[in-house]
């Protein structure tokens, strides 16, 4: 997998909450237009918890074919099996690597994090490429050299990827360049939209951004409260203004 800036994918949902596999294909076109490095499925940002296997497993055999670009597919799960299942399907459908978070509901003591972790790389097979993705023993898990990496240090996962790429992709070049003037212009436009995002709930800025960029996004699986509305309709007001500015600051980066 390059390394580099890999757009965190949302997942859109449809009336019901069910995965909108129509608008997982805008948001990927999009992305790939933006020449992301990378589109990472169904992680933390995609909300995996909330979809079906049945619903995961397509959308990553789809989204591969979809995509110009590598993906790597978030196998997060409930248990050992069911996580060796969704890698196994995704690296068979073409996805580059998997991004394995720790198992939900708990958390496990250093001993038995390390376990899972070992008989996954040791189920899925020599020559996966598996990304460590959350908090974990890294350091003793990479020693053993059953793994590609660790998500934040090796690649870098963002969800506002999917809201600014043309600020995020140019800037991530130029950090990597040490194009150092370009990196502050840039870096400034990116700070402007953090300010936003920060006042709300996780993800509610990044999704509802998109959805103004006209990518649907479905409900909020979290209302917000009523008395921030106003607030949240002061941002998508002021995103739909600035993102035009933005575009053509960003084109000459």
């Known amino acids: 997998m390059k390394r580099g800036l890999i757009a965190a994918a949302l997942t859109p949902r449809g009336k019901r909450g069910e995965l909108n596999f129509?608008?997982?294909?805008?948001?990927?076109?999009?992305?790939?237009?933006a020449k992301v490095q990378g589109i990472a499925l169904l992680t933390a940002a995609g909300e995996y918890p909330a979809f079906t296997m049945?619903?995961?497993?397509?959308?990553?055999?789809?989204?591969?074919?979809?995509?110009?670009g590598p993906v790597l597919a978030g196998v997060g799960a409930e248990d050992l099996e069911t996580a060796v299942e969704l890698a196994r399907d995704a690296l068979a459908a073409g996805a580059v690597g998997v991004l394995l978070p720790p198992p939900l509901l708990f958390r496990y003591p250093?001993?038995?994090?390390i376990e899972y972790y070992l008989q996954f790389a040791g189920q899925v097979g020599r020559g996966a490429e598996v990304w460590i993705d959350g908090a974990t023993p890294a350091a003793e898990l990479m020693a053993t050299g059953?793994?590609?990496?660790?998500?934040?240090?090796?690649?870098?996962?963002?969800?506002e990827a999917c809201a600014i790429p043309e600020v995020l992709v140019p800037l991530d070049c130029a950090?990597?360049?040490?194009?150092?003037?370009?990196?502050?212009?840039?870096?400034?436009?990116e700070a402007e939209f953090r300010v936003w995002s920060e006042r709300f709930a996780p993800l509610v800025a990044v999704k509802v951004a998109t959805e103004v960029r006209g990518i649907p996004m479905g409900t909020l699986p979290v209302p917000v409260a009523p008395e921030r509305l106003r607030l949240l309709q002061e941002f998508r007001d002021w995103f739909a203004g600035w993102l035009p500015?933005?575009?053509k600051v960003a084109g000459h980066a």
Request: glycine share 8%; charged share 30%; net charge positive.
């Open 175 to 189: 950090r990597r360049t040490g194009n150092t003037a370009e990196e502050d212009r840039l870096a400034r436009l």
């Open 146 to 159: 059953q793994f590609a990496g660790i998500t934040g240090e090796g690649i870098t996962l963002s969800p």
């Open 245 to 247: 500015a933005v575009r």
């Open 22 to 33: 129509g608008a997982c294909f805008e948001l990927i076109d999009h992305l790939c237009k």
């Open 110 to 113: 250093a001993p038995e994090l």
């Open 54 to 68: 049945e619903e995961r497993t397509r959308l990553v055999y789809l989204a591969v074919k979809r995509s110009r």
